[in-house]
């Protein structure tokens, strides 16, 4: 297949790589997401909770024990 498009006369430019800076933002956003994420799985009870009662505790259960989080 690549000797077709040789053949054509047809060129492909390389896909543009992003700069740091440009990527700065999204992986600002991603650390923010996952450390909310852990947050809730790992840390959202007794003292450290945001939300009052149990119902995160009891969504996010099967969760915590799966990343190994003791809460019990």
Do not use: K
Request: contains cysteine.
């Amino acid at each position: 297949m690549s000797e077709v498009v040789a053949e054509r006369g047809i060129s492909t430019a390389p896909a543009p790589i992003a700069s740091p800076s440009e990527l700065l933002p999204y992986a600002i956003f991603a650390g923010f997401v996952l450390f909310v994420l852990i947050y809730f799985v790992g840390a959202e009870e007794g003292v450290a909770s945001l939300v009052s009662g149990t119902s995160v505790h009891e969504f996010l259960h099967d969760g915590r024990h799966l990343l190994g989080f003791p809460c019990h």
